[in-house]
């Protein structure tokens, strides 16, 4: 069985990877600079009031919510009356669509 590295060896290895494809013209400067940020700072908290608005702002169900971000239709309901707080990837997804619309979460057909 391999042995995990540590978070921050993670971080650093994935910042290495970001780099190179900066240095060879294939990420822009902003982008590597949003990527940073993002490895090293947690997504803001969202409250049960602000995701229950990001869902009503765009119009989706609570069932087409839980599929854009990957999570189960309980869960979403659990968000929002505030008996649980989105962690890790749901909670970075939900800062994405927060910012950028729900087309950023959404992944292409056949992926």
């Keep these: 069985m391999a042995s995990r590295l540590p978070k921050s060896t993670h971080h650093e290895a994935a910042l290495d990877i970001m780099s190179g494809l ?3 013209g294939l990420l822009s400067a902003e982008r590597l600079a949003e990527f ?3 490895c090293l700072d947690p997504p803001p908290p969202l409250t049960a009031t602000e995701i229950a608005a990001l ?3 765009e119009k989706l169900s609570e069932e087409r919510f839980a599929n854009a971000l990957a999570v189960s239709v309980a869960t979403v309901r ?3 009356a505030g008996l649980q707080k989105p962690s890790g990837a749901s ?3 939900l800062e994405l669509l927060g ?3 729900l087309g950023a979460v959404l992944l292409p ?3």
């Design 109 to 111: 057909p056949n992926s």
């Design 78 to 80: 659990k968000w929002e």
């Design 22 to 24: 900066h240095e060879v």
């Design 91 to 93: 909670a970075r997804r």
């Design 36 to 38: 940073e940020s993002g």
């Design 99 to 101: 910012r950028e619309g």
């Design 55 to 57: 869902r009503k702002r």
